[in-house]
């Protein structure tokens, strides 16, 4: 008898020390998703029932008093085998219990970035279904009295079935700009001195910061960073007569300029004209002409390779080197960067180095021509600056909810592995915004205006013209500053070539007619 109330007191005081154990993660795993939290928290309610009935059982099935001391039972409990196997059970369950609880806290430290980062998206989400409410209140207000328009509709309805890609555009912008502002700040503190290009603040330019991008979430971050020449040097811009924008190249040619008198002022400082070359060479870097030209020009390859090597040797002066993996990527003429933090997210990043013509808002730019072959010291003359202040411009005139950069974005996304180049469709959108009141690009009026885009690129394509917006453009805004001699020219056509080649024509109109199909299939089915 004794040994079976022994017996009976190990395994009623084991059932109550795995009761306890099995209760206590509801309250000290509270770190873990509410799925792990729902499913213990039942675990533990079948374990308390069949406690329940355990403890029944052993209560039914025996008939001794209750007066035993609980430390004779502790005591004769200990003795047991059942304890001793029961415990070595709990305490290897209770190892991968302390496993999830410890990644669960390594996990809450990598993604507060992430949290940020869902949280921006999600506010952005309500602020858009708020504005998209508002927005359609007052459509109906101002459409009263007006008789009914089956177009504008159906651009309501195609504008709610598209599935826009959701871009955490303000969070990843900040980061970019981070970016961008860190490199100048370590430039200016331990490169300044050199005779290397000196770095300006760079620009933002690109869809991306217009706010839609042809990739979706993975769009690329477009940066141009002007250089200027360092001191003791100069940039000589010869621009080229020869080749139709944006494929007309330029070069740069580096001077060297007398710096005696300023010698004088600046310790150590020898000029590269006047000073015997050994004491040039013994005592001073060298040149610009020495370093990062071929011949007296500028080299697009050299100075790239050079910006590359900077931005490796500048990240782990970077707070951001603490948050995000970088990789350079291969490029001749830019600096392509890919950032990836702790949760596996990438930001891609392309910088490129562009001289200014003047105080105009083109530039000469790193960045490949379409040529098959280009010399390196070849520069390509860009208006993507011209581009970024033309639809900020844009943005301050449109009404509020204006869906030109959604026509865009939708028009992008199906001219991917077409023929058709993003510049094409910005030159297309951009004699539209200045042809059609700004009025009428408001989201009842989505359907009409992608007709109207499409429409216009078919004319261009019979035509086998389409003309240049930065020249001789009398509806340009006169915030964006261009050299006279584009004022005044005859705008080049952008499709000289299919005029020249009829096999290049016939292939650019099947293009069109795929484009027309795939932006037909966006709009019926959403994606």
Same mark, same amino acid.
């Given at each position: 008898?004794?040994?079976?109330?022994?017996?009976?007191?190990?395994?009623?005081?084991?059932?109550?020390?795995?009761?306890?154990? /099995?209760?206590?993660?509801?309250?000290?795993?509270?770190?873990?998703?509410?799925?792990?939290?729902?499913?213990?928290?039942?675990? &533990?309610?079948?374990?308390?029932?069949?406690? =329940?009935?355990?403890?029944?059982?052993?209560?039914?099935?025996?008939?001794?008093?209750? =007066?035993?001391?609980?430390?004779?039972?502790?005591?004769?409990?200990?003795?047991?085998?059942?304890?001793?196997?029961?415990?070595?059970?709990?305490?290897?369950?209770?190892?991968?219990?302390?496993?999830?609880?410890?990644?669960?806290?390594?996990?809450?430290?990598? =993604?507060?970035?992430?949290?940020?980062?869902?949280?921006?998206?999600?506010?952005?989400?309500?602020?858009?279904?708020?504005?998209?409410?508002?927005?359609?209140?007052?459509?109906?207000?101002?459409?009263?009295?007006?008789?009914?328009?089956?177009?504008?509709?159906?651009?309501?309805?195609?504008?709610?079935?598209?599935?826009?890609?959701?871009?955490?555009?303000?969070?990843?912008?900040?980061? /970019?700009?981070?970016?961008?502002?860190?490199?100048?700040?370590?430039?200016?503190?331990?490169?300044?001195?050199?005779?290397?290009?000196?770095?300006?603040?760079?620009?933002?330019?690109?869809?991306?910061?217009?706010?839609?991008?042809?990739?979706?979430?993975? &769009?690329?971050?477009?940066?141009?960073?002007?250089?200027?020449?360092?001191?003791?040097?100069?940039?000589?811009?010869?621009?080229?007569? /020869?080749?139709?924008?944006?494929?007309?190249?330029?070069?740069?040619?580096?001077?060297?300029?007398?710096?005696?008198?300023?010698?004088?002022?600046?310790?150590?400082?020898?000029?590269?004209?006047?000073?015997?070359?050994?004491?040039?060479?013994?005592?001073?870097?060298?040149?610009?002409?020495?370093?990062?030209?071929?011949?007296?020009?500028?080299?697009?390859?050299?100075?790239?390779?050079?910006?590359?090597?900077?931005?490796?040797?500048?990240?782990?002066?970077?707070?951001?080197?603490?948050?995000?993996?970088?990789?350079?990527?291969?490029? =001749?003429?830019?600096?392509?960067?890919?950032?990836?933090?702790?949760?596996?997210?990438?930001?891609?990043?392309?910088?490129?180095?562009?001289?200014?013509?003047?105080?105009?808002?083109?530039?000469?730019?790193?960045?490949?021509?379409?040529?098959?072959?280009?010399?390196?010291?070849?520069?390509?003359?860009?208006?993507?600056?011209?581009?970024?202040?033309?639809?900020?411009?844009?943005?301050?005139?449109?009404?509020?909810?204006?869906?030109?950069?959604?026509?865009?974005?939708?028009?992008?996304?199906?001219?991917?592995?077409?023929?058709?180049?993003?510049?094409?469709?910005?030159?297309?959108?951009?004699?539209?915004?200045?042809?059609?009141?700004?009025?009428?690009?408001?989201?009842?009026?989505?359907?009409?205006?992608?007709?109207?885009?499409?429409?216009?690129?078919?004319?261009?394509?019979?035509?086998?013209?389409?003309?240049?917006?930065?020249?001789?453009?009398?509806?340009?805004?006169?915030?964006? /500053?261009?050299?006279?001699?584009?004022?005044?020219?005859?705008?080049?056509?952008?499709?000289?070539?299919?005029?020249?080649?009829?096999?290049?024509?016939?292939? &650019?109109?099947?293009?069109?007619?795929?484009?027309?199909?795939?932006?037909?299939?966006?709009?019926?089915?959403?994606?």
């Amino acid at each position: 008898m004794v040994f079976r109330l022994q017996a009976m007191a190990a395994t009623k005081f084991l059932i109550l020390v795995l009761h306890c154990i /099995v209760r206590y993660p509801q309250t000290a795993g509270e770190e873990l998703d509410e799925a792990m939290r729902e499913r213990m928290q039942q675990r &533990a309610q079948l374990l308390s029932l069949e406690t =329940s009935r355990l403890l029944q059982e052993l209560e039914q099935s025996s008939q001794e008093p209750s =007066s035993v001391a609980w430390g004779a039972l502790l005591f004769a409990a200990l003795q047991q085998w059942q304890f001793w196997a029961i415990a070595g059970v709990l305490v290897l369950l209770s190892g991968p219990w302390w496993w999830l609880r410890k990644r669960s806290h390594e996990q809450d430290g990598s =993604s507060d970035e992430q949290i940020l980062s869902n949280e921006e998206s999600s506010s952005s989400d309500r602020e858009q279904e708020e504005e998209d409410e508002q927005e359609e209140v007052q459509e109906e207000e101002e459409s009263d009295g007006e008789g009914p328009d089956d177009e504008r509709d159906l651009g309501r309805t195609f504008a709610k079935r598209i599935q826009w890609p959701v871009q955490n555009l303000a969070y990843r912008r900040r980061v /970019v700009e981070q970016l961008a502002g860190d490199l100048l700040h370590v430039f200016q503190g331990q490169w300044s001195t050199s005779f290397s290009p000196v770095l300006q603040p760079a620009i933002k330019a690109g869809s991306a910061f217009e706010g839609w991008s042809p990739h979706g979430d993975d &769009a690329v971050y477009c940066l141009l960073v002007p250089p200027q020449a360092p001191r003791g040097h100069a940039f000589q811009l010869e621009l080229s007569t /020869v080749g139709e924008p944006p494929a007309k190249v330029s070069c740069i040619r580096v001077e060297l300029v007398c710096t005696c008198m300023r010698a004088q002022l600046v310790e150590n400082l020898l000029c590269f004209l006047h000073h015997p070359e050994e004491e040039l060479r013994r005592n001073q870097d060298p040149s610009l002409l020495d370093t990062l030209c071929t011949g007296s020009y500028l080299d697009v390859q050299k100075t790239a390779h050079w910006f590359q090597q900077f931005v490796r040797s500048a990240w782990m002066l970077m707070p951001l080197s603490g948050r995000y993996n970088m990789k350079v990527l291969p490029s =001749s003429c830019s600096c392509k960067l890919q950032l990836t933090n702790a949760s596996r997210r990438t930001l891609f990043i392309e910088i490129t180095l562009g001289v200014q013509q003047g105080d105009s808002d083109i530039f000469l730019s790193s960045q490949s021509s379409e040529a098959i072959f280009t010399p390196s010291t070849i520069w390509s003359e860009s208006y993507a600056v011209a581009e970024m202040k033309f639809f900020r411009h844009i943005a301050r005139q449109v009404p509020r909810d204006s869906f030109h950069l959604r026509c865009l974005q939708l028009c992008a996304r199906a001219m991917v592995g077409t023929g058709f180049s993003t510049y094409t469709l910005n030159t297309a959108v951009m004699h539209l915004l200045t042809t059609i009141p700004l009025s009428g690009w408001r989201r009842r009026d989505f359907l009409l205006r992608l007709q109207d885009i499409m429409r216009y690129l078919r004319c261009c394509l019979e035509e086998k013209r389409l003309d240049h917006f930065f020249f001789g453009n009398e509806n340009m805004p006169q915030e964006i /500053v261009l050299p006279p001699a584009l004022q005044a020219a005859t705008p080049p056509n952008l499709f000289q070539h299919l005029a020249q080649d009829p096999a290049a024509h016939a292939e &650019a109109l099947h293009d069109f007619y795929e484009l027309r199909d795939r932006l037909t299939r966006l709009l019926i089915y959403g994606n």
